[in-house]
T-cell receptor, first 110, second 114 residues
């Protein structure tokens, strides 16, 4: 079956670093995506990993270990505007749909 | 460049009525996807078009749901007759060909069935 797990909620302080974990079990694997979604808005693309290792993109980094079925999203120098839901999604086959995790609601406090 | 657009943004209907949701993908994107998120659950895949053809419709919940993409441009998703459990947010996404690129999501249509 398809299963993706993420923590439901996290809280962090402005200026801090937070790591959001994602574990997955899917029938196939062709890439893992992280999306950010503010309430009432469209999910927006943050990062993409298909090979093991760390991908860095400004304040955001994403890590993948395919052998462990594990990824994390690292957010540095947190800002209030980073308060949002963060969605982990796995593309299970070439050109096919995403399987989404439940999302992690991050609250950044002053 | 305009993003993925969806219409309407909100729809409130009564059980048994029909509703049609529309999605306009980013121009030039051959791949169009429908997803939905029911209350408290994760976003779930419904179906995938490549141009006007249904590539994968394994996520469609039942035959009350009909998706079309005539001409390979915009797509419609019709629910007939609507049931209470159909309430949720329906997202559309599109991607370029080849389809291993990221998917660009629309803002969603919030459907409430009373």
């Amino acid at each position: 079956g398809q299963n993706i797990d993420q923590p439901t909620e996290m809280t962090a302080t402005e200026g801090a670093i937070v790591q959001i974990n994602c574990t997955y079990q899917t029938s196939g694997f062709n890439g893992l995506f992280w999306y950010q979604q503010h309430a009432g808005e469209a999910p927006t693309f943050l990062s993409y990993n298909v090979l093991d290792g760390l991908e860095e993109k400004g304040r955001f980094s994403s890590f993948l270990s395919r052998s462990k079925g594990y990824s994390y999203l690292l957010l540095k120098e947190l800002q209030m505007k980073d308060s949002a839901s963060y969605l982990c999604a796995v593309r299970d086959n070439y050109g096919q749909n995403f399987v989404f995790g439940p999302g992690t609601r991050l609250s950044v406090l002053p | 460049e305009a993003g993925v657009t969806q219409f309407p943004s909100h729809s409130v209907i009564e059980k048994g009525q029909t509703v049609t949701l529309r999605c306009d993908p980013i121009s030039g994107h051959d791949n169009l996807y429908w997803y939905r998120r029911v209350m408290g659950k994760e976003i779930k895949f419904l179906l995938h078009f490549v141009k006007e053809s249904k590539q994968d419709e394994s996520g469609m919940p039942n035959n009350r749901f009909l998706a079309e993409r005539t001409g390979g441009t915009y797509s419609t998703l019709k629910v007939q007759p609507a049931e209470l459990e159909d309430s949720g947010v329906y997202f559309c996404a599109s991607s370029q060909n080849p389809s291993y690129n990221e998917q660009f999501f629309g803002p969603g249509t919030r459907l409430t069935v009373l």
